[in-house]
């Protein structure tokens, strides 16, 4: 037994010298310097771009190596496009000798990226993802085996990223996070080339800021990730506006089902308009070709809650709606909210609904009902009400109020149909039906109806030949041109059937008092 333990101590202490002397010996011909020139060309000819390694360490017995201060060139060979202050890699020697590298912990400190898109549309990469994609075509030719890696876990901490668009179309972007990853594998966590790696592990967002139409926004919180399920607490920044969005998705790598609830105290929902492509910039990005078949697959959902959001000079108030996208179509329903305020109409009411976007039969369109329900409108400037009082000849009707108001609408094939009325005590306007078309195009008939009192000043003195069964005048007009430009007018056919309607009246009336 002595004498078994004595061989068995030779042979470790014969191993153990061994391994001194080859980890000794790595270390005195590996020296960083010669590693470094033996990298940093063939990162070079496999880039085309300047690289640089500050210094190279391997360690046998700690099965791992060090890089540091290493960085690539931008395209240009003006800048970083890559940097990092030190890699770390934590890898197991056995599987070394059946050409697998198995990477315990790559950990990372401090790297950077620069990504840009010029003017022409081409990103500051796309020369790297050509060469990528024809060093994989030569492998594939060649037949060369190279060794398999498995990553089993990154650390990355201080990770910066910066975004530049030249375009103009998509803010300007900085980055800061921490990142904890686990990669495990079906099987063994060793397996190589896996079919897909089981991603687990938390993305801490320090900051996400981003500028665009000269309006600063920033995003921060965490990121929870795990096999099948990612959950989300974030919050954005839009100057003085705060939005708190949580929610998780789950099943992400095959098809996403997504719940996600938004809400602030405070949003000023012009800010955020600005933010979304327009004008020239939306036609641009209409423009770029949509990826097809991945969107099919995503389904979501989620609340918004909103306790004061600010439109135009309108105040929202209370604003609560439940969203859904499935199948390419997004719909809220329903939304409800309190609406006061204004500058050209200042009104206070309700507004109650439905709105959604899709596709109906073959063609997508916009589609929803509801009604808006107001016990004060005040009109101070509009072009139909201006008509309405040249027209007629009431200076009166340039700015009318009304004290209680209901209109209802439906969009459907493109069209909104509107059904409603306005009322105060001297002036209704009742019915107010009718159409705004695809093109903005109008088409509605309302009906005047004028107090005794307030019909006696209208100029046409026609007009006041038409009545109501409670004695009020009644003017029928219509409403046509566009939103933009609209065009108001008698309606010469509502008009010409009341007057003869109400002139056999008289008639007949004045025929009973002859014979009698």
Same mark, same amino acid.
């Given at each position: 037994?002595?004498?078994?333990?004595?061989?068995?101590?030779?042979?470790?202490?014969?191993i153990i010298v061994i391994a001194a002397g080859l980890s000794l010996f790595i270390n005195a011909y590996?020296?960083?310097?010669?590693?470094?020139?033996?990298?940093?060309?063939?990162?070079?000819?496999?880039?085309?771009?300047?690289?640089?390694?500050?210094?190279?360490?391997?360690?046998?017995?700690?099965?791992?190596?060090?890089?540091?201060?290493?960085?690539?060139?931008?395209?240009?060979?003006?800048?970083?496009?890559?940097?990092?202050?030190?890699?770390?890699?934590?890898?197991?020697?056995?599987?070394?000798?059946?050409?697998?590298?198995?990477?315990?912990?790559?950990?990372?400190?401090?790297?950077?990226?620069?990504?840009?898109?010029?003017?022409?549309?081409?990103?500051?990469?796309?020369?790297?993802?050509?060469?990528?994609?024809?060093?994989?075509?030569?492998?594939?030719?060649?037949?060369?085996?190279?060794?398999?890696?498995?990553?089993?876990?990154?650390?990355?901490?201080?990770?910066?990223?910066?975004?530049?668009?030249?375009?103009?179309?998509?803010?300007?972007?900085?980055?800061?996070?921490?990142?904890?990853?686990?990669?495990?594998?079906?099987?063994?966590?060793?397996?190589?080339?896996?079919?897909?790696?089981?991603?687990?592990?938390?993305?801490?967002?320090?900051?996400?800021?981003?500028?665009?139409?000269?309006?600063?926004?920033?995003?921060?919180?965490?990121?929870?990730?795990?096999?099948?399920?990612?959950?989300?607490?974030?919050?954005?920044?839009?100057?003085?506006?705060?939005?708190?969005?949580?929610?998780?998705?789950?099943?992400?790598?095959?098809?996403?089902?997504?719940?996600?609830?938004?809400?602030?105290?405070?949003?000023?929902?012009?800010?955020?308009?600005?933010?979304?492509?327009?004008?020239?910039?939306?036609?641009?990005?209409?423009?770029?070709?949509?990826?097809?078949?991945?969107?099919?697959?995503?389904?979501?959902?989620?609340?918004?809650?909103?306790?004061?959001?600010?439109?135009?000079?309108?105040?929202?108030?209370?604003?609560?709606?439940?969203?859904?996208?499935?199948?390419?179509?997004?719909?809220?329903?329903?939304?409800?909210?309190?609406?006061?305020?204004?500058?050209?109409?200042?009104?206070?009411?309700?507004?109650?609904?439905?709105?959604?976007?899709?596709?109906?039969?073959?063609?997508?369109?916009?589609?929803?009902?509801?009604?808006?329900?107001?016990?004060?409108?005040?009109?101070?400037?509009?072009?139909?009400a201006s008509q309405m009082a040249v027209l007629l000849g009431m200076p009166e009707l340039r700015n009318?109020?009304?004290?209680?108001?209901?209109?209802?609408?439906?969009?459907?094939?493109?069209?909104?149909?509107?059904?409603?009325?306005?009322?105060? @005590? %001297?002036?209704?306007?009742?019915?107010? !039906? $009718?159409?705004? &078309?695809?093109? *903005?195009?109008?088409?509605?008939? +309302?009906?005047?109806?004028?107090?005794?009192?307030?019909?006696?000043?209208?100029?046409?003195?026609?007009?006041?030949?038409?009545?109501?069964?409670?004695?009020?005048?009644?003017?029928?007009?219509?409403?046509?041109?566009?939103?933009?430009?609209?065009?108001?007018?008698?309606?010469? @056919? %509502?008009?010409?059937?009341?007057?003869? !309607? $109400?002139?056999? &009246?008289?008639? *007949?009336?004045?025929?009973?008092? +002859?014979?009698?």
């Amino acid at each position: 037994m002595k004498k078994f333990l004595k061989i068995a101590g030779l042979v470790i202490a014969v191993i153990i010298v061994i391994a001194a002397g080859l980890s000794l010996f790595i270390n005195a011909y590996f020296t960083s310097g010669r590693l470094t020139a033996l990298i940093v060309p063939k990162i070079e000819q496999a880039t085309g771009r300047k690289a640089s390694i500050g210094s190279i360490n391997i360690s046998l017995f700690k099965g791992g190596v060090v890089l540091s201060d290493m960085a690539l060139a931008r395209r240009t060979g003006k800048g970083e496009f890559l940097s990092a202050k030190e890699l770390v890699l934590k890898y197991r020697l056995l599987p070394l000798l059946k050409k697998q590298l198995v990477i315990n912990r790559l950990y990372i400190d401090s790297p950077y990226i620069f990504i840009e898109r010029a003017k022409d549309g081409t990103f500051n990469f796309s020369d790297l993802k050509e060469r990528l994609e024809a060093g994989k075509k030569e492998g594939r030719s060649t037949g060369k085996k190279s060794f398999n890696v498995a990553i089993q876990g990154i650390s990355i901490k201080n990770a910066q990223a910066r975004f530049v668009d030249e375009m103009g179309t998509l803010p300007s972007a900085q980055a800061n996070a921490d990142m904890d990853f686990s990669l495990g594998q079906p099987g063994s966590p060793a397996q190589a080339q896996p079919a897909r790696p089981v991603i687990s592990g938390v993305v801490d967002l320090k900051s996400l800021k981003t500028v665009f139409e000269n309006i600063h926004s920033n995003i921060s919180g965490k990121i929870k990730i795990a096999s099948q399920r990612i959950d989300l607490a974030l919050e954005a920044a839009i100057e003085q506006d705060r939005i708190k969005i949580k929610g998780f998705a789950v099943n992400y790598p095959a098809a996403p089902a997504i719940s996600l609830d938004v809400s602030s105290q405070r949003l000023d929902l012009n800010r955020l308009l600005a933010l979304m492509p327009h004008g020239k910039k939306r036609k641009e990005a209409a423009k770029r070709p949509a990826k097809g078949g991945a969107a099919t697959h995503i389904s979501a959902k989620g609340s918004i809650n909103i306790a004061t959001a600010l439109y135009q000079r309108y105040t929202i108030s209370g604003l609560n709606a439940d969203w859904r996208y499935s199948s390419g179509a997004f719909s809220i329903n329903p939304f409800k909210a309190a609406i006061s305020g204004g500058d050209k109409v200042i009104v206070q009411g309700n507004l109650l609904g439905s709105i959604g976007f899709g596709k109906i039969g073959r063609q997508n369109t916009l589609y929803g009902k509801g009604q808006a329900r107001f016990s004060r409108i005040l009109v101070k400037e509009s072009p139909i009400a201006s008509q309405m009082a040249v027209l007629l000849g009431m200076p009166e009707l340039r700015n009318p109020s009304f004290t209680d108001s209901l209109m209802n609408y439906e969009i459907k094939n493109g069209n909104t149909f509107l059904n409603g009325y306005f009322d105060s @005590a %001297a002036l209704e306007i009742n019915p107010v !039906k $009718g159409t705004i &078309g695809v093109n *903005k195009v109008l088409n509605i008939a +309302i009906a005047l109806d004028f107090s005794p009192a307030f019909a006696a000043r209208i100029g046409k003195k026609y007009l006041r030949f038409l009545t109501n069964a409670k004695g009020w005048t009644v003017v029928p007009m219509e409403i046509t041109g566009t939103t933009q430009r609209p065009r108001v007018g008698i309606s010469k @056919a %509502a008009a010409g059937k009341a007057i003869e !309607k $109400g002139l056999g &009246g008289e008639i *007949k009336k004045q025929l009973q008092k +002859i014979f009698r």
